[in-house]
């Protein structure tokens, strides 16, 4: 029989990756999405006419509950939040209603209306915030600093509680930094490789960042939806950390991706105090090795690759070379 994937936050990045990755392993995937003149469907326009979408919102358990009885999915993955860290310090409650509440509401409908659904959960490696030890791992203790990374916490927990006290199939990811093409312009890396293009272009000629010095490790969104999917495959739930296993500053993802450019980042950077957040995580950087042996992933593109992607994609959006993003 086909499996059915029901799959929140599916016209984000992550989301129109994971469509393709099911929908090319012969699932039949259900979007939902809020009721809203809003939604953008750019990064799955090209996937509209081979998936259900399905009205929903993590704010109203109702509503949840009306999509799990209609399509009936054999697996539920959340990756529907506000998730863009700066935005939470400006908007605290409406991060925790939907990045922490909402899960909650999605669990307690999925345990009202089938709990053999197989679930998972969009965590962070934001949850790991000021480090408590270097790489971060399961074990790692979490110590957030934002708004989001706080919120991702207590999806992440409750999550676990649910599988431990009703014995759902429920699994959380620990994804570290996952980037593409089709980021949001609001999150640095994409700020980075489309302003480097329109630099390039001759559009702009100034980027302006936060601290250049914070570290993360990060990978291709492409590749961490493969580790999303294995969870799911498992005999047994549990928590894995998705990660690359590197660490590179902001300053170098900057370096490589002007030097694509045939540009230097120095004589195009300027660091700007509005871009700071009020309390910084300096360095992440993940231990995957729990999802290398038991899931048997492992990323495929590298940083360098990852980086000159990101610029390529935007040089041929900006010159009118490219339809959709990515």
């Not at 989301?15 to 979007?31: F, N, P, Q, R, T």
């Not at 408590?132 to 990374?149: A, D, K, W």
């Not at 120095?266 to 999802?291: H, Y």
């Amino acid at each position: 029989m086909t499996k059915r994937a029901l799959i929140t936050g599916i016209t984000g990045q992550d989301g129109s990756y994971l469509a393709e990755l099911l929908l090319d392993k012969g699932y039949e995937v259900i979007g939902m999405v809020r009721r809203s003149s809003t939604v953008n469907f750019e990064r799955i326009a090209h996937l509209q006419d081979v998936i259900t979408f399905a009205p929903g919102d993590l704010l109203d358990e109702g509503s949840l509950m009306a999509v799990l009885r209609e399509h009936r999915p054999d697996e539920v993955y959340n990756l529907a939040a506000q998730s863009f860290v700066q935005t939470s310090f400006g908007q605290p409650v409406l991060t925790g209603e939907t990045t922490a509440l909402g899960v909650t509401r999605l669990l307690d409908a999925i345990r009202n209306v089938d709990p053999g659904i197989r679930f998972y959960q969009a965590s962070s490696s934001e949850m790991f915030g000021k480090v408590q030890e270097v790489p971060q791992r399961e074990s790692t203790p979490f110590y957030p600093r934002s708004p989001y990374g706080v919120a991702k916490v207590y999806g992440h927990w409750i999550t676990v509680n649910y599988r431990e006290s009703y014995d759902l199939h429920a699994s959380s990811g620990i994804l570290f930094n996952h980037e593409s093409p089709r980021r949001g312009l609001e999150f640095v890396t994409r700020k980075i490789s489309h302003t480097v293009a329109r630099i390039k272009l001759g559009q702009v000629k100034e980027l302006r960042l936060g601290t250049l010095d914070a570290q993360r490790d990060w990978g291709f969104a492409g590749d961490y939806v493969e580790a999303m999917y294995l969870m799911l495959q498992q005999d047994t739930p549990d928590d894995f950390v998705v990660s690359t296993n590197e660490t590179h500053s902001v300053r170098e993802f900057c370096e490589v991706a002007f030097g694509h450019a045939g540009l230097d980042y120095e004589e195009f950077v300027v660091m700007d105090e509005r871009f700071m957040r009020p309390a910084e995580v300096d360095l992440l950087i993940g231990d995957s090795g729990k999802a290398r042996k038991q899931l048997g992933w492992e990323p495929k593109v590298g940083f360098e690759e990852l980086v000159t992607m990101m610029v390529s994609a935007d040089l041929d959006l900006l010159s009118g070379r490219l339809g959709p993003i990515g």
